[in-house]
Each structure stands twice: as structure tokens, then as C-alpha cells.
């Protein structure tokens, strides 16, 4: 798959960190002088981020491969991202010179935030591969993004994007400034009323959303929060009760404030005195640690965007794995954080089980018992731990682990973990036994050939000696077993 980006500003610059840490190579095309260094620090920022939000491994990252135009950069293209200034004559030249050196059949998407596909379209020769795919900053953390003119094209960007982690969300009909845009509109004209009438500060509107119901939008969205707000008798009981209220004159969606200079530095010293402070990439390197925290407790519910954090995860668990240097398996890794220390300041006991079985967990991926195959009912359950505790741990560490088959017949399967520092020292291990279970029966059963072959896969790669402790806890599983 080749990618191909024109453009690398905010948004550009976030779809090219995207499609990098996800493996993708990317070619680029920005004439701005200092196109390298601003995408450089968005990939510095981009990669601290993805480091702190999956605890899988990630994979190697791709490469920029800088183009002179826009011609060296579509060639052999099969998905070129186009974000451009939104300016409609700049992205019509622009797309002219895509389609005069891109292969036919690649997708051109466009992060334009206002524009329709029927606009983007005009005297195009291809016009069906033109569509609207518009995310929301940082490209690199935010999963949504909207898909907008339909047909085969959409379908394989769809595909694409959400292979790198992406929520696509397609459009039936074209609108101005599509979906997010409008509700965000929406807001602002309100907010730029609130301070010109001298009602509230930039910081008091920010705060009260990201205080209130910023915190319900993030997790639920608008009609689910105001689902619950119905109480038990749900959505149609709110509307009942607060539906009349959208006729009261408390709005003034449809008028908007003149920017005049007064109002401008009003607002620009308000956020000044908000926010001035920090540097943008300060900001920025805030805003992405809120997120991913965020992220990761919505991903422990499998909820929101978490589900698309998790996806992405297991496919990075699922990955193959490189013969021979990638043995013992590295499939799983973990930050530190400041709950899971104890009163002398390291890691608590129950965390080191956490990491341990995460990894395993992590295995069971690699190996197909994912979401998909326990959804049938059948699971690995752990039936026997033997942990030893060999080093402290403090906040703020990046834990790894390297895991090894040590043996499985048809039912059972035998696991060890190292759980390894940065700099690679031990600070714990794991033993494992695991039985393969058939929930829905109550009982143990043999595992299918799927999972056995992934087995004998990761069996063929272990050609050292077992660890001297291994065994000195569980009963041991010899990898001849399966043959009995």
C-alpha cells in the first residue's frame, strides 16, 4: 500500500504521523520552507503519544519520503490524502496535477472541513475517487473521521483507514461542513456571544465544558447523555419534558457576532491570560496525555473510543512475527502509572499479575483466540500462576515483556514471562498454565487446529534451554506432550 500526502500542516502533518506509526511509508509533497521541522516535531509528539496509549509493541515505524512536486509524490499511489488550505480553486489545481500523475484506480481524499464532494469534483476525470475524508486534531489520536460521497471508493478508503486505527464514519448525504463542523458551529457562536456581551470569559467557557458536560460528550456522545437524562423512561420522556424549551429565545444560533478589532483582543487576551503559559507544543503534548488517559479508561470498558483503541491493539498483538531474531515474543508493554505504586513509591504486588496477564492475554491474540473466537463460547482460562519478584519498580517506568511457549498438548498450554526494564534488566517472571475451556459446557475441551497450529508455529521458534526456575512451581507441560 503506498500513501501518499500533499500538504503537512496541523492536519496533514497528523495523518502523515498517523500512516507512520502504523507502518506505512508516506510520501510527502509541502512546499513550505519549513515543511520538515513542523512535521518532525507533530512525528516527536505523535510517537510520545502512541508510546503511553498502547501497551502492545508498536510496529516499526514507516519513513517520509519527501517528493520535489506533486507528480513524484502520487506515482504508484493508492491512497493520496489531500490537506491543503481550504480554498476551492487551490484544491481544483491541485487535484488536476494528482490525477495527470496518480494511477486511476487511487483514492483521493481530502481533509477539507467545509467543502462537498460535488464541489471538490468540478472538471475532475475521475470523480468518483474524489471524496470527503475529514478528521479532527490530532489526526493521530482522534479515531473519527467523516467519509463523504459514497461508492466503491469509500468503501476501500473505509478499509484502509480503519486499518490504522481510524473510526470512519460515512455521510448518506452531502451538507456543508458535514457532521462535526456544524455541531462545533454551532458552539463557537454561542461562546463568541457570551464573551462580546461581556457574560463570560474564554476560561469560564472553557471550563464549565471541559468541568461538565465536555466529560458526558467524550464518552456518550449528545443523544445517549440525553437518553440517561430521560431517566427511566428514556429518550421519549426527555423530549417530552424539554423538548418545549427549544422554542424559548435563549439562542443566537442564527446571528453572529461582528469580529471586530475590540472583539479580537478581548478574546486574545482572555486566552493569553488562559493559556499563555505554555507553548503550543507544550499544549499540545497536554492536550495528547489527557486523551490518552481518556482513551485508556474508555478502552477498559470497550466503550467509545476506547473499542478503537482496542482494535488497533489487538491488531498489533496479532501481527506476525519475524523469524528468528523476534523470539521470545515481544507482544506486550506497559506504563507505570502513578495509581500503581505503593506507599514506598514502587509498583504494588497485584500490578506485576496485571502486566503478566495482560501479556498473556496479548498471546492469546497472536495466537487467534481473540474477541471473535471467544464470542463461540471457547476461552483459555489460567489455571496455575508461580510469580517471582525480582526487582522494584517506580511510576513513570516502561515496563516490557518477553513471553515463551514452554510447552502445550491439545488442552493445556504453559507460558513464561519476563517482565524487562528499558534497559532490558528482569524485574519479574511468570509461569502460566492455561486450559483450554468450553464456557457454555462447563468443561475443558481440545483445541481446534487453528490454535494448535499457531501453537506449533511459536513452539518451532524456541530452541534454548528452558529458564533453571522453570517448572519449580507448575506442573511441567514438555512440548512432546502433543503428540500424546
Not at 508516506?26 to 509528539?45: F, K, M
Not at 491512497?79 to 487535484?95: A, G, M, N, T, W
Not at 477539507?112 to 476525470?125: D, V
Not at 475517487?129 to 460521497?149: Q, S, T
Request: proline fraction near 4%; hydrophobic fraction near 40%; charged fraction near 25%.
Amino acid at each position: 500500500m503506498k500513501i501518499a500526502a500533499i500538504g503537512g500542516g496541523v492536519i496533514g502533518g497528523g495523518w502523515i504521523a498517523r500512516f507512520i506509526l502504523s507502518g506505512h511509508d508516506v510520501t510527502v509533497h509541502d512546499p513550505h520552507p519549513e515543511a520538515g521541522r513542523i512535521i518532525g516535531e507533530v512525528l516527536e509528539n505523535a510517537g510520545r503519544a502512541w508510546q503511553n496509549l498502547f501497551q502492545a509493541p508498536l510496529p516499526e515505524p514507516g519513513k517520509i519520503i519527501w517528493a520535489k512536486d506533486i507528480a513524484e509524490a502520487v506515482s504508484g499511489a493508492d491512497f493520496i490524502q489531500e490537506s491543503v488550505p481550504e480554498r476551492l480553486d487551490l484544491k481544483h489545481r491541485i487535484f488536476a496535477e494528482i490525477e495527470a500523475a496518480a494511477p486511476e484506480r487511487a483514492i483521493i481524499g481530502s481533509s477539507t472541513s467545509g467543502f462537498k464532494p460535488s464541489e471538490l469534483r468540478e472538471g475532475a476525470k475521475h470523480p468518483e475517487r474524489i471524496l470527503v475524508a475529514h478528521p479532527f486534531n490530532p489526526v493521530y489520536l482522534l479515531p473519527v473521521v467523516e467519509i463523504v460521497g459514497g461508492g466503491e471508493a469509500a468503501e476501500r478508503a473505509c478499509t484502509l483507514l480503519a486499518s490504522v486505527g481510524m473510526k470512519p464514519v460515512q455521510i448518506a448525504r452531502e451538507i456543508d461542513a458535514h457532521i462535526g463542523d456544524r455541531l462545533l458551529e454551532a458552539v463557537w457562536r454561542e461562546a463568541l456571544w457570551l464573551v462580546k456581551d461581556g457574560i463570560a470569559t474564554t476560561e469560564e467557557i472553557d471550563d464549565i465544558i471541559r468541568h461538565g458536560f465536555g466529560l458526558r460528550w467524550a464518552q456518550m456522545g449528545l443523544f445517549e447523555t440525553y437518553r440517561i437524562a430521560g431517566g427511566e423512561a428514556g429518550m421519549r420522556h426527555f423530549l417530552g419534558q424539554f423538548g418545549p424549551a427549544l422554542k424559548w429565545p435563549w439562542t443566537k444560533l442564527m446571528d453572529v457576532p461582528d469580529l471586530d478589532d475590540a472583539l479580537i483582543d478581548r478574546i486574545a487576551s482572555q486566552s493569553d491570560a488562559q493559556s499563555g503559559a505554555h507553548s503550543i507544543r507544550e499544549l499540545e503534548r497536554i492536550r495528547d496525555d489527557n486523551l490518552v488517559g481518556m482513551f485508556q479508561a474508555l478502552k477498559a470498558n470497550d466503550w467509545g473510543a476506547g473499542r478503537s483503541i482496542r482494535e488497533m491493539e489487538d491488531r498489533f498483538y496479532a501481527r506476525e512475527v519475524k523469524q528468528p531474531e523476534s523470539y521470545p515474543l515481544r507482544l506486550h508493554q506497559a506504563r507505570v502509572h502513578g495509581g500503581w505504586v505503593d506507599y514506598n513509591g514502587h509498583m504494588t504486588e497485584f500490578r506485576y499479575l496485571q502486566v503478566l496477564g495482560d501479556a498473556t492475554d496479548a498471546f492469546l491474540i497472536h495466537i487467534g483466540l481473540d474477541a471473535d473466537y471467544r464470542a463461540g463460547g471457547c476461552s483459555a482460562y489460567t489455571v496455575e500462576t508461580h510469580i517471582r519478584h525480582l526487582a522494584e519498580v517506580k511510576a513513570g517506568e516502561l515496563l516490557s515483556v518477553e513471553t515463551r511457549l514452554l510447552g502445550h498438548d491439545e488442552k493445556r498450554f504453559r507460558l513464561h514471562h519476563d517482565i524487562l526494564r528499558a534497559d532490558g534488566s528482569v524485574v519479574a517472571t511468570g509461569e502460566h498454565m492455561l486450559l483450554h475451556v468450553d464456557g457454555d459446557a462447563g468443561r475443558s475441551t481440545a483445541m481446534p487446529e487453528t490454535l494448535l497450529a499457531g501453537l506449533r508455529r511459536i513452539a518451532e521458534l524456541d530452541d534454548a534451554p528452558h529458564p533453571d526456575h522453570a517448572g519449580a512451581g507448575i506442573r511441567q507441560v514438555h512440548h512432546k506432550e502433543a503428540a500424546s
